[in-house]
């Protein structure tokens, strides 16, 4: 079973910037795609960014231009580049693969990283 545990969220000002990250455990991380979503209080999960094994990125028009995903499969980590960040980005974030990949393999939902965008 494929396990994830997500890092670097904080509280940061309108504006500010946060890298997070993402371990992956397991030895064929490399070929899949990967995805960061996020869950703010009261809302759904959505997704914020994708990543496939071979670098191709896709984002929502609400984080795009803003978010950056990329991907480490020396280090099994995926990351989440977030800058210019907004009141309205405040969110557990969490990774995982995408949802048919997610339900084959087995994957879990890791604790998420808490990001706090206030001034």
């Known amino acids: 079973q494929v396990q994830f545990v997500e890092s670097g969220g904080g509280l940061v000002q309108p504006g500010g910037s946060l890298r997070l990250s993402c371990a992956a455990s397991?030895?064929?991380?490399?070929?899949?795609?990967m995805n960061w979503y996020r869950q703010a209080p009261g809302k759904q999960r959505e997704l914020v960014a994708a990543?496939?094994?071979?670098?191709?990125?896709n984002y929502p028009d609400s984080v795009k231009g803003r978010f950056t995903i990329s991907r480490d499969n020396a280090k099994n980590t995926v990351y989440l580049q977030m800058n210019s960040l907004k009141p309205e980005d405040t969110a557990v974030y969490y990774c995982?693969?995408?949802?048919?990949?997610?339900?084959?393999?087995?994957?879990?939902w890791g604790q998420g990283t808490q990001v706090t965008v206030s001034s």
């Open positions: 990543i496939t094994s071979g670098g191709t990125t």
């Open positions: 397991g030895r064929i991380f490399s070929i899949y795609a």
């Open positions: 995982n693969f995408p949802p048919a990949l997610r339900t084959s393999l087995k994957a879990s």
